[in-house]
């Protein structure tokens, strides 16, 4: 089985509501994955925007040392470093230059862009503190990854 990314709130290529978006109440969509490899010891989910108007796409969340064990996230994941659930995860620094610990949602300067989330399953668990950059994590995730999952999302600023 491969390992597969959804959302209730929105479908794979389709726009993301504005609920979660930075017009709306800005909170993280739902999330959940089936799929995760039995080797998998720790999973990572990334969420960019390859066309924000910056040299490298635009990160809107960082969060890792997710048990693999876990089947989702729910909606509104709170803006903390460490995490009550899912248990023992932590979230790193989205490109925003203040309030930058989690989900930060879409509200593009102009035009319609495309929002990834990639899901990653490890086979080793990441030893990096919370508040880490997307950079560092994908360096620390080099030559870990056993499966990827993708979920796109689009959005036009209102």
């Known amino acids: 089985m491969d390992l ?18 930075g017009d709306g109440t800005d909170v993280s969509p739902p999330l959940k994955w089936t799929g995760v490899p039995a080797d998998a010891q720790e999973l990572a989910l990334i969420c960019d925007d390859p066309d924000a108007p910056t040299t490298e796409p635009w990160v809107h969340w960082v969060i890792y040392k997710i ?17 009550d659930q899912p248990a ?9 230059p203040s309030d930058n610990v989690g989900y930060r949602g879409p509200k ?7 929002y990834y989330f990639h899901l990653y399953a490890l ?22 990854i056993i499966a ?3 979920l796109m999302g689009t959005y036009k600023h209102r």
Request: aromatic content about 4%.
């Open 67 to 83: 048990s693999p064990d876990t089947t989702g996230l729910p909606e509104g994941v709170p803006q903390r470093e460490k995490l």
């Open 108 to 114: 593009p300067p102009s035009g319609e862009h495309r």
């Open 4 to 21: 597969k990314l959804t959302s209730s709130a929105f479908e794979n290529g389709q726009p993301i509501p504005i609920k979660y978006t």
């Open 88 to 96: 023992g995860a932590v979230q790193g620094v989205n490109s925003w």
């Open 123 to 144: 086979d080793m668990p990441v030893t990096l503190p919370p508040k880490v950059s997307k950079e560092v994590l994908m360096r620390a995730m080099a030559g870990r």
């Open 148 to 150: 990827e999952a993708t």
